[in-house]
């Protein structure tokens, strides 16, 4: 299982798309979802989901952006999906996720890209231009605004009585069918390059002996799944981009090619949390600290620590480990709180109690 993160700063459509398509199979996961504003309306839209939403403000990302990065290793997140995210995503972070930064625009990149080109902008300055097509285009994120190695593009005709307003909704059309696409075509990158033996596998495989009523267990590949799934005609020696949707509307489709190059181990500090059958530890409770400092400091503060003592290992099956870190984070505080306050009542007490 791969476990995908959102970034998403608007209505989050893409994100709810991309969420429905992945979480009921058992290759890819929506992790979680990261907003940088408040009210971004994809909060709402992953409520039935399920998915959790972190708002994490625009201070952090250009002030602290290792925090996030934390944050996605401690889920153990492979792949970084931009959706609709208009923040500035920091070297820092892109670095910490070599390749596994991808990012989805409404045109045909290089075209009405940059900094300044995003949503409606696109469309406005597409029509203006008196395009006779425009279309989406999913990217590997670097440095630069829009630059990034295309992974997949779609094209969309332009209509003589196009509006921005009605190309901007067929292109988000195409997105919730291109997005999941590219997702898919990324993890599979991801696979090839994170299986050391691929090669050393396939020739094992060849070398095998083969039994008429037992064929070797060759794994499949996404495009080959769901090609089972859509019962389409799929030969992956010829074909370089995952079958179409049927009946769906592209025109045209490229995939880059893989670039050896380009082929980097990811490094996760944090044990894959999240990550099928592992889990990270669980964090301290302090529960005993906890109830002594109740009992022989001072009381109020004292109780707030049991009850993040017991937030912890809740949170903690709940399989929200992030929770549970700073729950106990919390215990501990209340804890030095509750040690502080009975030192300084029990040093005024006996003083006082003297006269
Ligand atoms: C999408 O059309 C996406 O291509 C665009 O924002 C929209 C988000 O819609 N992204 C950019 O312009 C990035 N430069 P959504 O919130 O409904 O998914």
């Not at 990261?34 to 009210?39: L, V």
């Not at 972190?54 to 934390?70: K, S, T």
């Not at 083969?210 to 020696?237: G, H, I, M, R």
């Not at 919390?330 to 804890?335: G, L, V």
Request: hydrophobic share 45%; aromatic share 8%; glycine share 6%.
């Amino acid at each position: 299982m791969k476990n995908i993160a959102i970034l998403a700063s608007g209505s989050g459509t893409n994100a709810e798309n991309i969420a429905r398509f992945f979480n009921n199979g058992n290759r890819i996961r929506v992790a979680m979802v990261i907003t940088n504003r408040k009210n971004a309306g994809v909060i709402e839209r992953m409520k039935p989901l399920g998915v959790d939403v972190e708002y994490v403000p625009n201070r952090v990302w250009d002030e602290a952006p290792e925090r996030i990065v934390e944050m996605l290793q401690f889920r153990g997140i492979d792949l970084v999906v931009l959706a609709g995210f208009m923040h500035y995503v920091s070297p820092v972070i892109i670095n910490a996720f070599p390749n596994r930064v991808i990012n989805i625009h409404p045109s045909l990149l290089p075209a009405y890209g940059g900094k300044g080109m995003w949503g409606h902008h696109v469309h406005e300055a597409v029509m203006a231009a008196g395009e006779k097509k425009s279309g989406v285009t999913v990217h590997y994120v670097d440095e630069e605004f829009d630059s990034g190695e295309i992974l997949m593009q779609q094209e969309v005709e332009i209509y003589p009585d196009d509006t921005a307003e009605t190309l901007e909704a067929r292109i988000h059309k195409a997105e919730y069918e291109l997005y999941p696409r590219a997702i898919a075509a990324a993890v599979h990158r991801l696979d090839a390059n994170d299986e050391p033996g691929v090669g050393e596998a396939a020739v094992a495989v060849e070398a095998a002996p083969v039994s008429p009523s037992e064929p070797p267990a060759v794994p499949k590949s996404v495009e080959e799944e769901w090609a089972d799934v859509l019962k389409v005609k799929y030969d992956p020696a010829s074909a370089t981009v995952p079958p179409p949707v049927p009946g769906g509307s592209q025109i045209r489709q490229t995939v880059a090619p893989q670039e050896p190059q380009r082929r980097q181990q990811f490094q996760q500090p944090v044990a894959a949390a999240g990550a099928e059958g592992e889990r990270p530890a669980m964090p301290p409770t302090f529960l005993l600290w906890s109830v002594l400092c109740t009992i022989c400091c001072c009381f109020p503060p004292g109780i707030a620590a049991i009850i993040f003592s017991m937030m912890v290992s809740s949170r903690y099956h709940n399989g929200d480990y992030e929770g549970a870190a700073r729950a106990s984070r919390m215990a501990e505080i209340w804890i030095i709180v509750s040690f502080v306050l009975g030192v300084l009542s029990a040093s005024l007490y006996i003083p006082l109690s003297l006269f």
